[in-house]
């Protein structure tokens, strides 16, 4: 069976002329997602090019499976994190990293990733794999989750929450979204966005994996070839930035962002910076 995604990639047009695909190169889509973004790659490297893309989340293979049928041996799609690249075994003249989370698996996965339903508090982008957001804070000690709220949902009253957190379980776990939400005891949109966005970082690790993987895909690079990646809140963006300044060629002084036409069309786009640098050697 195939589906549709209802993903919309961001600075696609941005992306593709940074990297410059060309017929006879090999490029990587780190995050494939919805596809948009390895579509876009395979289109501007035709005749010959090749697109390997991965995802850590086996469910996003439905969306790789039009693309198998389409481009054939010219386009490959692989379950794995992006810091595993390496497996591969390939040298890429390109690559693409579009960190977050998907249209898809906030507003149809059921895995929790949105505080607007109700529904098991999960997480993980990998739901074969590790602790769910529900686990994690039965399991967490509440200085621990103090930090998780405090550091990456950039939130001054975490200790707070993670008190409320820890006198709540006494009585039962926080199994679901609305569970949390009750918590929280707020229904302000920016506030509970940014809860969210901390458990979703802390459950599937996501600062490390960039960490990890900015090097893992870079070492995949051949000399002069281009690493892209957009990101989406300023703790990505700071790991971003300083990687491309000191271990690439940059190629973008400052952060590109979305035009206002993209933002209209594409609200999410909002919030995204791309920066992109030449592997240099
Ligand atoms: C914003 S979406 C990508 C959208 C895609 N560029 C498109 O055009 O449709 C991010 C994707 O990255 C995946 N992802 C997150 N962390 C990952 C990691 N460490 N390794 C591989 N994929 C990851 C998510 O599962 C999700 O599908």
Known sequence: MTERSVHQSILTEEIIGLIQPKSGGIYLDGTFGGGGHSHALLEECSPQGKVVAVDRDESVMAFAKPLMERYGRRFEFVVMRYDQVAKL?????????????????????????????????????????????????????????????????????????????????????VRTTFDLVAIVGTTEPKVLSKIFQALRIAVNDELTRLKQGLTAVTECLKPGGVLAVISFHSLEDRIVKEFVRNSLEPLTKKPVIATEHEIINNPRARSAKLRAGKKIG
């Open 89 to 173: 075994g390939t040298s890429f003249d390109g690559a693409v990293l579009d960190l977050g989370l998907s249209s898809d698996q906030l507003d149809a996965s059921g895995r929790g990733f949105t505080y607007g339903r109700n529904e098991p508090l999960d997480m993980r982008f990998d739901s074969t794999k590790g602790q769910t957001a529900s686990q994690l804070l039965s399991q967490t000690n509440a200085q621990e989750l103090e930090r998780i709220f405090r550091e990456y949902g950039e939130d001054r009253h975490g200790g707070q929450l993670a008190r409320k957190i820890a006198s709540r379980r006494k009585i039962a776990p």
